[in-house]
Structure formats: C-alpha cells, structure tokens
C-alpha cells in the first residue's frame, strides 16, 4: 500500500508541484542547507513506515539535489539513515509493530513474562548508535557537506519545473494521500486500540480517498488503478524479502537455535562480550541481505532466549540487534 501511495504522489505530479512551490513561489528553498533539511523533513513526515519514508524522501530530494548541485551518494546517505532508524525509534511505527509481534511469540512461549510493548518501549533508551545516525544526518545537513569533491548531480538532467511553466496539478496531490493515511492511523487506533489494524487498513483508506480526489480532477480510473500497481510492483523485492526472513525466524525458534547458542556461550564467551558480538553479527547480516527488518526478524528469536538463559537484559539485547539492523545503511 505505501508503494502505491508514494507512487500515485509521483505520477500525479505532486512532486512536480511540491518543488515548485518550495523553490520559486513560497521561496523557501534557496540553499544546500535548506534543501537538505526540507528532505529530511518530508522523512519524518512519513515516520510510521521507514520503506515509505526512504522512497518520499527520494522523490523530493532528487529535484532538490540536483537543483542545488548535491551530490546522490548525500541525498541516499539521508535516505538510508533517516528513514529505517526513525522507524525503529518509533514505537508504533511499522516497524515498532513488527518487532512487537517477534516479540509476543517469545511471550506466548514462555521465554518472557511481559507485555511485548514493554519490551519495545524498554529498548529505546539503549538505540544509542540509531539515535546518534539520525542526529549526524541533521549536522551534516547543517553543515552542508557533501560526500565527493565535485558533485555527481551535475551529470544529471535538471527536473525542476522551471520558474515560467508552473505545475498544473494541485498541492493536494501530494500532501492528501499523506494526511489521509496519517490520519486514519490515528483515528482506527483510538476507536479499536489497535495500531496493527490501523496502520493496515490506513493504506486501504488513503488509496481510496485519493482516487476519489483524482477522479474528482479527471484522471481516468484506469490510469489511477495502473498507479497504484506500478508502486505496489516496485515494492514486491521487500515484502518477499521480510517474508522468507520470517519463515526463517520461525523455523529458528522451533528449532531452539537461542537456547543451543546460550549453552554454547555461557561457556566459550564471556558475558560482557555477548551484546558487541551480537552487534557484530547483525551487522554482517543486515549488509548481506540490505534489510533491517530481515535482520530483525532472523535475530530476534536467537538472542532473547540466549539473554534470558545467561542473564543478560533483555531490551539491552533488543537495541542491540536494532542497531546492528540499520548499520548497514551506512554501508549503502
């Protein structure tokens, strides 16, 4: 659903508009530093999903980077560690609902005795290196620096609407799917206190709002339906990637991989060496299969009975693996 939205926000032109508004007629880009900070921006406003989040932020930041002649390598740096970092800091972002449900198996077994949201919100204070990336994108945003010597976007065709040929589509092309969706979430997890359903059913809710909006402004249904495809299409690498990453982690816990680790640990690996080792792991990894949710999802089930087998804290191992997850987006 989020690669439907964010590809509907792109053919409809909403970019297009987005852009011109921004730099010619609000004129509020006219920097490196503010476009940068604008692109970051537009991630956070898609906080809740970290795939939706990296994808925004690429559209925007494309015509903006070129625009102000930065590089692509910055503009995928500030996607990759924007957008899967402020997700995992998120406790009821997709990714917060994920790592909930690796977490509830571990519950419904008997490996832990609390509620799987406890868990979540315990392991926050302990993200520090996913904190730390999401405040370095933002100072070198400030400082304005740039990953090669002479920018690569200069070699690249220019595709901002000029400041004479203004964008015949509206604004709301590209800020209405987004409110709709964010919106439902909020409204969905209020009335049945389920941020799972919301943030399923919300995707539903804001493709079907929009097209209504579209149809309003005489995009055949047809062409829209084709959107919606294109952008769901373009996301199907990384759901079957999180699929059979799943089916892995699954297949992990019956066999009792954590358990048979700990009984190996506690005896060749001193303690205080298990979370760097952990992190370690993770890392290799995450850079393997370029996805912090697989990760994730392989992991989880490994190392929380390894944890509570050897009396290691549990949100400590939790944040561990979390920050091994998205060190791969520096590699990236």
């Known amino acids: 659903m989020i690669g439907a939205i964010i590809n509907v926000m792109k ?15 609000r004129n509020i880009v006219k920097s490196k530093g503010s476009a940068q900070l604008i692109t970051i921006a537009f991630g956070f406003l898609m906080c809740l999903e970290g795939v939706g989040s990296m994808m925004l932020i690429g559209l925007v930041g494309r015509p903006l980077f070129n625009q102000f002649d930065i590089s692509r390598e910055k503009l995928a740096f500030i996607a990759n560690c924007t957008g899967a970092p402020l997700a995992w800091l998120m406790p009821f972002s997709g990714a917060g609902i994920f790592l909930a449900s690796l977490i509830a198996v571990q519950v419904e077994n008997g490996t832990l005795d609390k509620p799987p949201m406890y868990y979540v919100l315990a392991a926050l204070p302990y993200q520090i290196y996913t904190m730390a990336i999401l405040a370095l994108v933002l100072l070198l945003a400030l400082k ?11 070699n690249q065709v220019n595709i901002v609407p000029s ?27 209020y009335v049945t206190r389920d941020i799972s359903s919301a943030v399923y059913w919300s995707g539903f809710i804001s493709l079907i709002g929009s097209g209504i909006y579209f149809r309003v402004c005489k995009v055949n249904i047809n062409q829209y339906v084709e959107w919606c495809v294109k952008g769901m299409e373009n996301m199907l690498p ?16 019956e066999l009792g991989t954590g358990k048979y680790l700990a009984s190996f640990v506690s005896n060749e690996v001193p303690i205080w060496l298990v979370p760097a080792s952990i992190f370690v792991i993770c890392v290799l990894i995450s850079f393997s299969t370029g996805s912090s949710g697989a990760t994730v999802s392989i992991m989880t089930p490994i190392i929380i009975p390894l944890a509570v087998s050897i009396g290691i804290s549990v949100p400590l191992v939790i944040a561990t693996v979390i920050s091994g997850a998205v060190f791969r987006l520096i590699g990236s």
């Open 11 to 25: 053919q409809s032109g909403g970019i297009d508009t987005l852009i011109y508004q921004l730099v010619y007629k």
């Open 144 to 154: 304005q620096h740039d990953f090669t010597a002479q920018s690569t976007s200069a």
């Open 163 to 189: 400041s004479d040929h203004q964008p015949q589509t509206s604004i709301l092309a590209i800020i209405l799917p987004v409110a709709i969706l964010l919106a439902s979430i909020l409204v969905i997890t």
């Open 238 to 253: 990384a759901a079957i990637i999180l699929t059979l990453a799943f089916s892995l982690s699954g297949i992990t816990g």
